[in-house]
């Protein structure tokens, strides 16, 4: 059950690039967590997930020398869903299925990723803790940048911009 969890039901052992499909096969779950229960449900599965994902890359791992084996994308999953957190309380607000947003779905994704792999700050911090729980916390703060980073670009192109 640990190892499903962990590679995200098999998305994870996919031979090329697990952690972009990780985060890519994320996005149509939130988007059924907003449709359902809107940005409360998406932030309430994003923490329930943050810590499966723990214990499963606790499980998954014990015994390894890596911490952090590419096949174990939870990790992404919640980092993901935390970048996507201000498209979906922007979609709440403006009362619009999430698909429209799909400018704020796709920089969600770009910048989630790019953080993800540039490491700044609190997620290379937490990356280098070499554990089950730096292994999630280093998503969720490359989700953190990220959601600031959208809620940035949607103020520029809806307050600034006016579109």
Sequence with gaps: MSRLLATFFGVGLLPFAPGTWGALAAIPVAWGLHA???????????VLVTLLGW???????RG????????????????????LWPVSLGAGHAGVELWRLWPGLVAAFVLFRLFDIVKPGPVG???RLHSPLGVMLDDVFAGLLAAVG????????????GL
């Design 36 to 46: 359902w229960g809107g940005v409360t449900l998406l932030i309430a599965a994003t």
């Design 55 to 61: 214990w499963a890359t606790a499980a998954a791992t």
């Design 64 to 83: 390894q020398d890596d911490p952090d084996p590419g096949e174990i994308v939870i990790d992404e999953v919640a980092g993901q869903w935390v970048a």
């Design 125 to 127: 911090w937490a990356d």
């Design 150 to 161: 959208v809620a940035g670009l949607a103020y520029v192109a809806h307050g600034v911009m």
